[in-house]
């Protein structure tokens, strides 16, 4: 193999493999994963006729970390396509950096995934969102509304860009930003002073809300958008892993929101080994949004007319989300797929409930599982997940909410009754896209067994 296609291949792995965050990806062994791309490359067997890693070589590689420890693993990026091929691209062209083709390429698929007029990519969903407040318009000491069931990169970039969240209930439905819930608090809790809303409990301008698409599931987003009409409130979405879903038949990005974040991070159905996204329909705000994440720079000279964010994506990670993005339709089918398994396999236990499919959506299933809602919910999806673990079987938790986070506890919020109850019971189990028929059986039977009482 040349010099290029294995760092092409190398990137591949440990690049688009690596999680930065939220439930992580199940790698623990990176030893592992290293001794297998030095040991396997030896073998002519390992490699296509152009040079490039073979699919299995990839599939190998990428589940090392966690075969060393005979796991199933909870959700692994599928590593099997054009990726190899465009990063040796990226390296014989020299254009490694932040200025190349696929990156284009990657803002023009996004945004066709999307069903929006544009797209921007960026070093990570975090910044994303980060740079998206601050160009809608929300400044220091701003209020921020955001559900309290989310990944704390929601609200850490409200406090990136000196705003503090106000933290709203979810519903059962579909475990997002609940808008009854929301109309109520604005209704009792807000005035108007000199033509801005102002939070009455803090004193402090009320400027924009953002919703989460938990799971890939799309809020309800008519009624948030009527509300930030309503109150002259800007939204910005958190859509992380909702690339695929569906909102009323429209897709995740053309939902009225002004503008709408995608992450790549390793763990998502589609990943760049890291990175994220915008996609909006207003040319001038997404105009805007370049400026802020490419250093504010002003001509060709080193002008900046703007204390702007260096949040640029790479063209080696854009190549990487390329190869991932021509093959989103099929993930998200797979996704799917693997959700309904469960779904039908569990559907009559008592006390649990499947994740949630609101009327009005249909989710990406970024991840597959149920909660618990009795009493010991918490206690019980506990205890099965250390008895799935002890099977060989990655089963997680899920996101703890806000206002039990040490940064957030004194953020203002509304009564939480559906996420405390909620959060504690949920159990997301192996949902890769290519998780083999026969792991997901072993899944299955296992967690039956020990609703049964056999364990």
């Known amino acids: ?134 160009a809608v318009g929300v400044k220091r000491d701003d209020i921020v509304i955001c559900p309290a069931l989310t990944f704390i990169a929601s609200a850490n970039a409200i406090s990136h860009a000196g705003a503090t969240p106000w933290l709203f209930d979810v519903d059962w439905s579909s475990w997002t930003i609940d808008p009854i819930v929301v109309a109520h608090e604005l209704a009792n809790g807000t005035e108007r002073r000199g033509g801005e809303l102002i939070h009455i409990e803090t004193g402090r301008r009320i400027s924009a809300i953002l919703p989460v698409f938990t799971l890939g599931i799309p809020a309800d987003m008519d009624a948030i958008i009527g509300i930030a009409r309503d109150y002259g409130l800007k939204v910005v979405v958190d859509g992380a892993a ?82 991932q993005m021509e093959r989103l339709d099929d993930f998200v089918a797979a996704k799917r797929r693997i959700a309904a398994r469960y779904e039908d396999a569990f559907w009559n ?45 990655d089963a997680r938790p899920f996101w703890k909410p806000m206002h039990n986070q040490k940064p957030y506890f004194d953020a203002p919020r509304s009564p939480m009754p559906v996420t405390d109850r909620l959060w504690p019971g949920v159990v997301t189990l192996p949902c890769s896209t290519h998780l083999a028929e026969a792991e997901q059986d072993k899944v299955i039977e296992t967690v039956l067994n020990w609703f049964h009482g056999k364990h």
């Open 1 to 134: 193999m040349s010099g290029y296609n294995f760092f092409a291949f190398t990137f591949v792995v440990l690049s688009a493999c690596a999680d930065a965050g939220d439930i992580d990806a199940g790698f623990e062994d990176w030893n592992a994963v290293f001794f297998c791309i030095t040991a396997q490359s030896a073998s002519a067997a390992a490699f296509r006729s152009d040079g490039l890693p073979s699919t299995n070589l990839c599939c190998e590689a990428a589940a090392i970390g966690v075969s060393k420890h005979h796991m199933i693993p909870l959700c692994v990026p599928n590593i099997s396509g054009n990726e190899g091929k465009y990063l040796a691209e990226c390296v014989t062209s020299t254009f490694v950096s932040t200025i190349g083709p696929f990156v284009t390429r990657f803002e023009k698929m996004v945004a066709e995934a999307a069903g929006s007029r544009g797209a921007v990519a960026t070093s990570a969903g975090t910044t994303a969102l980060h740079a998206a407040l601050v």
């Open 242 to 323: 909702a690339l695929g879903a569906i909102y009323k038949g429209n897709m995740s990005g053309a939902l009225g929101a002004d503008l709408t974040m995608y992450s790549f991070n390793g763990n998502k159905t589609v990943t760049a080994g890291g990175g994220g996204a915008v996609a909006g329909d207003d040319e001038a705000l997404l105009t805007r949004f370049r400026h802020l994440t490419t250093t504010g720079r002003v001509g060709a000279d080193y002008d900046h007319d703007v204390a702007a964010f260096n949040y640029r994506m790479t063209n080696l990670q854009a190549a990487v989300g390329c190869a």
């Open 349 to 393: 236990i008592e006390g649990i409930n499947n994740f949630p499919e609101p009327d009005w959506a249909g989710s990406a299933a970024w991840f597959s599982g149920f909660a618990f809602h009795d009493d010991d919910a918490g206690e019980r999806s506990y205890a099965l997940r250390a008895h799935l673990r002890e099977e060989g079987i």
